[in-house]
């Protein structure tokens, strides 16, 4: 026994036992008991009973069951594309509207119902959606179709192979089996194997960059004209395309079916704009404005119906306290009828109330997603703007902070100059800048009123709109406001100038 005592010990037994740097894990204790009262970072988060039974519906990205106060918008749209389903080209569609009026879901809601009854009929028709916010060049869009129908056209060619293979096996060389396929031998069956094959191997997706456009162009028209269908391409915020890439694409989707031998493309495009199509050459604005479709703002009491409708799946029941819903809808209304507006201040009330851990959704919540809503607008239009109408902002909480009341385009433009000296940018001439002030006016972040000076003639006076010190701060995240070290030694010169 004693010679087991002062023998060293093995390696292995030696090295689990002293552990790391000398400490001996034989005297550590886990402690692997689950104590009462031990919470995690999230666990008195998820004490509380959620308010929400499906947050998702109150998205924009939710496409309804059913659209209240669209119906006749939604039958006009059906009454036009029914012809898909006939085989023939639908006539195309513009669909205009302002934010939150229910262009985007109607659209997908009677594309949805378009898909799926081609099926029930089997007749071939599809629906491509595409974002012109986010895909908003020629190229973008027309490599985002061409790999869409790639896809799919892939997907068919697979299936039919299977669908061949499948029959081949099922017969012999001279089989009366034959009579019941669309092929008078199994020679032919395997030819036509080897042509899908051949098809499967020559199909190429198209890069995000780098091909010539009209390369790109020949490569979805194949794609489209692969087989037989009918297409309808929704455009989404089409004027952002024609905004930032001209008319090409629209010009070249619009002559599409006078070449297509197999399929038949329509167009529909939605905008928030009714007069982009001013800008659109007059062939083009003739075949994509075929038919046109309106859709009004919602007042209060459309919105309270929405609202009811999406609350009745998003919620738990007895959720929401009873003027919830007409405080969301009237906030909303004045907000030019904004559904989407809507339905997002019922969200954001909803998340303050089960941060808050509260039982149910008040006014007060609602308020409070009011305002916060609000702010982050507010961010993030401040967050984008153009280095120069950051400097003219910056120039006018300078000054307001500073005690100067009644601001005027002068005072303004003085501070502005210091600040562009400050940062080695380009001063822009007082005109330029008065319109740079006009434009954050419009834009809500300031109040500019023109004024008049008696004999020393008219001026602007400018106050801000927007939380100052919020505003501040989102303007010094930018690296080049954000060098500014200290205005204060020429504010007084600024004044001083004017």
């Known amino acids: 026994m004693s010679d087991e005592n002062t023998d060293p010990p093995n390696e292995r037994t030696g090295h689990m036992n002293r552990g790391f740097e000398g400490i001996d894990l034989d005297d550590v204790v886990l402690d692997d008991s689950d104590e009462e ?48 389903l006939r085989g023939e080209t639908p006539s195309n569609i513009l669909i205009y509207g302002k934010t939150g009026t229910g262009k985007t879901a109607s659209a997908k809601f009677v594309s949805q119902e378009l898909e799926r009854t081609s099926l029930k009929y089997e007749v071939p028709c599809e629906v491509e959606y595409i974002n012109c916010e986010i895909t908003d060049t020629q ?59 051949a098809d499967s191997e020559e199909i190429e997706p198209v890069p995000m960059t780098g091909w010539p456009t009209d390369r790109v162009y020949n490569t979805f028209f194949e794609a489209v004209d692969y087989q037989e269908r009918v297409v309808v391409i929704m455009l989404d915020e089409i004027d952002k395309l024609v905004e930032k890439s001209g008319d090409d694409t629209l010009y070249n989707l619009s002559r599409m079916n006078s070449e297509l031998d197999n399929s038949r493309v329509s167009i529909m495009g939605i905008s928030n704009d009714l007069k982009f199509t001013d800008f659109l050459d007059p062939r083009v604005k003739s075949s994509l404005g075929e038919e046109e479709i309106v859709f009004p703002p919602y007042d209060a009491n459309q919105l309270r119906d929405i609202l009811q409708h999406r609350a009745e799946v998003a919620f738990k029941e007895d959720a929401l306290s009873d003027d919830v819903i007409p405080l969301c809808a009237a906030f909303a209304a004045q907000e030019h009828g904004d559904a989407r507006r809507a339905l997002d201040l019922l969200r954001t009330a909803g998340e303050l109330a089960e941060r808050d851990q509260a039982e149910r959704v008040e006014e007060g919540h609602v308020r409070k997603a009011q305002d916060k809503i609000e702010l ?123």
């Open 376 to 498: 982050d607008r507010v961010v993030e239009v401040v967050r984008t703007l153009p280095t120069q109408s950051k400097l003219v902002l910056f120039s006018t909480i300078s000054l307001e902070k500073n005690g100067v009341h009644n601001i005027n385009t002068g005072e303004v433009y003085n501070v502005y100059k210091h600040l562009c000296e400050e940062i080695d940018a380009d001063i822009l001439t007082q005109r330029r800048v008065t319109d740079l002030i006009s434009e954050l006016d419009m834009l809500g972040i300031v109040n500019a009123v023109v004024v008049s000076k008696g004999r020393y003639g008219r001026t602007k006076e400018i106050s801000l709109s927007v939380p100052i010190e919020e505003t501040e701060a989102v303007l010094q995240s930018d690296s080049r406001l954000g060098d500014i070290d200290d205005i204060q030694p020429f504010m007084q010169q600024a004044r001083f100038d004017s």
């Open 139 to 197: 190229y973008r869009v027309l490599a985002q179709l061409a790999n869409k129908f790639i896809e799919n056209n892939l997907s068919d060619i697979e299936n039919r192979i299977e669908e061949l293979k499948d029959i081949r096996e099922g017969v012999t060389a001279e089989s009366e089996q034959l009579a019941n396929v669309d092929f008078a031998s199994v020679q032919e069956i395997d030819e036509r194997i080897e042509e899908l094959e």
């Open 37 to 84: 009262g031990n919470h995690g970072l999230f666990d008195d988060l998820l004490s509380g009973e959620p308010i929400f039974e499906n947050k998702e519906v109150l998205r924009p990205s939710y496409t309804p069951h059913e659209l209240p106060h669209r119906k006749e918008q939604i039958n006009r749209m059906a009454t036009i594309l029914v012809a898909a």
